[in-house]
């Protein structure tokens, strides 16, 4: 039987609406919410260096999930939407966030095109879960007819690695070239690979309880990680010029 992800992803969402429940459920809330943390860490670096005034931009959350990236960008006086595969989410959102616009798609669908066009597009811990290899075509082919002249668009994968990797029936981790044979032929080009994860987002023989435990030390450590890792997320910049 295929991974059916709308029904995985619902059943999640509506068992627990939490970092939990959309971050790394193997580990606790409060490790996940280390994981957040070294996440905001990131994106406000990459807010400094390559977007610092959002004001009034348009942006594009996919897998809006709970609204983690929706606020931070709203924070930053952004205009946002967000796509998510759920409707626990969706229906949250709206609510939270009533400035926003919510909608309900599946982005490896062909028909999950918003008549709008945007200057972020922002897609963490999303795109690997799209693990057919056709609907990640796709989905990269709808990032580009959505994108702004000069968007910029954030992915989270193994961009490090040097080929894909199945862990798991809900996730396709791909390496650089599996974007690059999309993206580029879309308009868009790498801008910069950021580390994200070298400590954090990894078992380790001592076991779950201890990993948990010491997920502060984990974050410290990946704060002064310059490296991108082949078998961890690192996250990919790129710049749509079409």
């Not at 400094?48 to 006086?77: H, S, W």
């Not at 952004?78 to 798609?105: C, M, V, W, Y």
Request: some cysteine; proline content about 3%; overall charge positive.
């Amino acid at each position: 039987m295929s991974f059916n992800a709308k029904d995985y992803w619902n059943k999640r969402l509506d068992e627990q609406f939490s970092l939990k429940g959309v971050g790394y459920i193997t580990f606790s809330q409060f490790y996940n919410k280390w994981l957040y943390k070294r996440k905001e860490k990131s994106l406000e670096k990459i807010f400094a260096k390559y977007m610092p005034d959002l004001q009034n931009k348009k942006v594009l959350d996919i897998g809006c999930g709970t609204g983690f990236f929706v606020e931070r960008y709203v924070n930053k006086g952004a205009k946002i939407s967000g796509i998510d595969i759920t409707t626990k989410s969706i229906n949250e959102l709206s609510k939270r966030f009533p400035q926003g616009k919510f909608h309900l798609l599946d982005l490896g669908d062909s028909n999950s095109v918003l008549d709008e066009k945007f200057d972020v597009i922002n897609m963490w811990d999303v795109m690997y879960h799209i693990v057919d290899n056709e609907s990640f075509s796709q989905a990269c082919k709808n990032i580009a007819a959505m994108s702004a002249p000069g968007a910029y668009f954030l992915v989270t994968d193994f961009l490090g690695a040097e080929n894909e990797r199945r862990p798991a029936p809900h996730v396709a981790f791909r390496d650089l070239k599996k974007y690059e044979d999309v993206l580029l032929a879309e308009g868009y080009r790498l801008v910069q690979i950021v580390p994200l994860y070298r400590f954090l987002n990894r078992h380790y023989r001592w076991g779950l309880r201890v990993t948990n435990f010491l997920a502060p030390i984990l974050f410290f450590l990946d704060n002064h990680n310059n490296k991108v890792m082949t078998n961890n997320l690192s996250i990919g910049i790129w710049k749509f010029e079409k």
